[in-house]
């Protein structure tokens, strides 16, 4: 076999080929993208301790405009985490790495029930617990809320090969939302993706939509390029990764999974609203 | 970067893209496969095209992406099988073509990534041992075995499959 018969088997099988699937300004989006994020990398260090500082002091001062404040016990001892954290979120605790979604106001505030409520952007199961909270499980300060995202469906969808299917769809999903509570818009950007899921689960959310998201949230001006800013330099990717490794220690089986004060609801309960509600009412 | 360097990427893209689809495709057999690590390759390029952009560079750091995503990280190569739905109809597409065809990829899916991958950057690109070495970032002598053995198993997947009028074809050119 000498080269130019194996040179001529390789052309018999180029021949005939399909049309080209190539899109010359994602690539060079793309590239952009890689060359930021090195740039950013090579800054990280110094940047995620920054960030950690500012975060930790925009949750004490509580800077935020439509999002509860949390409150200062929830802001534990300095955490040294190597990424940077959204604002509002601690490292360390029984409520690292989530997201105070409401917090119990009043006099029965200490005495208000803990809400862990486990979500992933990608699920369908989880839209109707996320969009019915303005309905019936508008705890009106009564109870502690937290949100923990996971990307776990991440493992499950990105074996996808087809051209609809945007990979790593619940990481980024998170991450941008960590952007978004920053711009103190977490319940609105929470909302807003979940109200925009894609028809087909899995196919996930592109970056453009991740932003487009975040303008229907209310984020504007200049807010709204801190925030492209903010995702695009991957910022609270670490967040989001720390964030769902969470899932398995906890023993969580999935998504959506409730707890209050620590206890496990029953799945029905979970799926449904008003129940879901009436539990956490039970609670106080 | 300015936009000269924009204009020389896309020129470059234009003049490299077909290529290197090729390329992919004989290494992984799948038009799907190719187009993607085609995307990623030229996104890539893109991300360092000041520093590659010298004369011939940038084919050569877009082959080495497209060899690491499928000899390294070993994405899902060869999975499929031959994609006879997806030709496009051809009137000159004589039934021998497409059985020839047929022939040498299944054998060519039974060779080994990494062998495969060098057999197409030697005898598909022509490229030298030297260059080969570089793309595969190994030595000249793992080339020189890879190559051997990759042409041994290619040489015993067309007699295994019956595709003895090949190995005819290639004992008299040889």
């Known amino acids: ?284 | 970067m300015d936009r000269g360097d924009d204009e020389d990427f896309k020129a470059w893209v234009v003049a490299r893209r077909e290529p290197l689809r090729r390329s992919a495709y004989l290494m992984c057999g799948d038009w799907f496969l190719a187009d993607d690590l085609v995307q990623e390759a030229v996104g890539r390029v893109y991300a360092v095209w000041p520093r590659v952009s010298v004369r011939g560079a940038p084919d050569s750091y877009a082959r080495r992406v497209v060899v690491n995503l499928l000899v390294d990280h070993r994405r899902r190569a060869w999975r499929r099988e031959v994609p006879h739905d997806d030709l496009p109809d051809r009137a000159d597409a004589a039934a021998d073509d497409t059985s020839l065809r047929d022939d040498v990829l299944h054998a060519l899916a039974a060779v080994p990534a990494k062998q495969r991958a060098v057999l197409v950057l030697r005898f598909w690109e022509d490229l030298s041992v030297e260059e080969t070495a570089s793309v595969m970032s190994c030595s000249t002598g793992n080339v020189k075995s890879q190559t051997s053995r990759g042409l041994a198993n290619l040489r015993a997947a067309l007699a295994a499959q019956g595709s003895t009028h090949l190995l005819d074809t290639v004992k008299e050119l040889s």
Request: aromatic share 6%.
């Open chain 1, 1 to 284: 076999m000498n080269e130019t018969s194996v040179h001529e088997l390789l052309r018999s099988t180029v021949e005939g080929a399909p049309p080209a699937r190539f899109d010359l300004d994602a690539a060079m989006r793309a590239g952009r993208r890689r060359r930021r994020t090195r740039q950013t990398s090579a800054l990280l260090s110094t940047a995620a301790v920054v960030a950690v500082v500012a975060a930790l002091s925009w949750g004490h001062l509580g800077t935020g405009t439509n999002d509860p404040v949390p409150s200062a016990s929830s802001v534990g001892p300095a955490p040294s985490p190597a990424f940077a954290l959204p604002r509002g979120v601690v490292a360390t605790g029984p409520q690292a790495y989530a997201v105070q979604i409401a917090a119990a106001t009043g006099r029965d505030a200490a005495t208000a029930p803990v809400v862990d409520v486990w979500i992933d952007f990608q699920s369908p199961l989880v839209r109707p617990l996320v969009l019915a909270r303005g309905a019936d499980l508008d705890t009106a300060g009564s109870a502690q809320v937290f949100y923990r995202p996971v990307s776990f469906l991440d493992q499950t969808f990105d074996g996808d090969k087809s051209a609809t299917h945007n990979p790593e769809s619940s990481l980024r999903a998170i991450a941008a939302w960590g952007c978004a509570i920053d711009a103190g818009k977490a319940q609105a950007y929470l909302e807003t993706v979940f109200a925009h899921q894609p028809e087909r689960e899995g196919d996930g959310f592109t970056d453009v939509e991740l932003v487009r998201f975040a303008q229907q949230s209310g984020i504007g001006g200049d807010a709204i390029v801190t925030f492209t800013d903010c995702m695009t330099a991957g910022t609270y990717r670490g967040w989001a990764t720390a964030a769902s490794r969470q899932l398995e220690p906890s023993g969580i089986a999935g998504v959506p999974s409730v707890l209050i004060n620590g206890t496990l609801v029953d799945a029905e309960t979970t799926i449904d609203p008003p129940k879901l509600a009436q539990a956490i009412r039970a609670a106080q």
